[in-house]
């Protein structure tokens, strides 16, 4: 039985309870939200906070995307986007705003389980520990980055993207195989979320440490 602590928060109250009653007959520990709000108070509290949060919605307005903005300043739990838009340019762009895996909400919810489980075992592979590149330091603990022993702000996306480069330091990277380590193989986005992640890491990294190179053609090659 799983210990998994979730958070779920969907528009609409059927499909949210359906959503917790399958979770929680499976054997998580499930905390349900009803209002944008509480979702504050739950990713705050001292103890027992949820390892994944699952958002539904039909349609994302300003406000969900908000929602996501304030999650990221409070966290970098990882966040399944359940929505009605299937437009690729749609997905992209919540992509964009720091979600970690996007679903249609008619997909069943055996899939949606294993989603949870993916996101879950990567977090279980991680190394407790301590790593330096250069003027980098990645905190696998915290999953907090350091340059020059200064924190900088990164989402989610953006750390497994660093974690990635890290661990493969040296070597060149393919677009297709850091979509697949990064976004997973069901990833239906294309080269550009790899790039436009790349341009955000160089330009928090700064010009000072470009240690992300492009390989003209293949991908990019993360080196000191």
Same mark, same amino acid.
């Given at each position: 039985?799983?210990? $998994?602590?979730?958070?779920? =928060?969907?528009?609409?109250? *059927?499909r949210g309870r359906e959503i917790f009653s399958y979770f929680h007959d499976s054997g998580y520990q499930v905390q349900r939200c009803l209002e944008y709000d509480e979702v504050t108070e739950a990713l705050c509290q001292d103890r027992h906070k949820p390892e994944l949060m699952i958002l539904g919605t039909d349609k994302p307005e300003r406000a969900f995307y908000e929602l996501i903005d304030?999650?990221?300043?409070?966290?970098?739990?990882?966040?399944?986007? =359940? /929505?009605?838009? @299937?437009?690729? +340019? /749609? +997905?992209?762009?919540?992509?964009?705003?720091?979600?970690?895996?996007?679903? %249609?909400?008619? @997909?069943?919810?055996?899939?949606?389980?294993?989603?949870?489980?993916?996101? &879950?075992?990567?977090? *279980?592979? $991680? #190394?407790?520990?301590?790593?330096?590149?250069?003027?980098?330091?990645?905190?696998?603990?915290?999953?907090?980055?350091?340059?020059?022993?200064? %924190?900088?702000?990164?989402?989610? #996306? @953006?750390? *497994?993207?660093?974690? &990635? &480069?890290?661990?493969?330091?040296?070597? %060149?990277? /393919?677009?297709? $195989?850091? =979509?697949?380590?990064?976004?997973? &193989?069901?990833?239906?986005?294309?080269?550009?979320?790899?790039?436009?992640?790349? #341009? #955000?890491?160089?330009?928090?990294?700064?010009?000072?440490?470009?240690? %992300?190179?492009?390989?003209?053609?293949?991908?990019?090659?993360?080196?000191?």
């Amino acid at each position: 039985m799983s210990e $998994r602590r979730l958070l779920i =928060l969907h528009h609409d109250e *059927d499909r949210g309870r359906e959503i917790f009653s399958y979770f929680h007959d499976s054997g998580y520990q499930v905390q349900r939200c009803l209002e944008y709000d509480e979702v504050t108070e739950a990713l705050c509290q001292d103890r027992h906070k949820p390892e994944l949060m699952i958002l539904g919605t039909d349609k994302p307005e300003r406000a969900f995307y908000e929602l996501i903005d304030h999650v990221r300043e409070l966290s970098d739990l990882p966040v399944i986007m =359940l /929505s009605e838009d @299937e437009d690729i +340019q /749609s +997905q992209l762009y919540a992509y964009s705003r720091g979600i970690d895996d996007y679903m %249609i909400q008619s @997909e069943p919810l055996p899939l949606l389980e294993a989603h949870a489980e993916a996101i &879950f075992r990567r977090l *279980d592979g $991680r #190394k407790r520990s301590t790593v330096t590149a250069g003027a980098l330091t990645i905190d696998y603990e915290s999953r907090k980055l350091y340059l020059a022993d200064q %924190i900088i702000k990164v989402t989610a #996306k @953006e750390f *497994d993207l660093m974690e &990635f &480069f890290v661990q493969h330091k040296g070597m %060149i990277l /393919s677009r297709d $195989r850091i =979509l697949d380590a990064v976004w997973g &193989f069901d990833y239906v986005g294309g080269y550009r979320s790899v790039d436009t992640l790349v #341009k #955000k890491l160089r330009a928090k990294l700064t010009k000072e440490y470009p240690y %992300i190179q492009t390989v003209y053609g293949v991908g990019y090659c993360f080196d000191v």
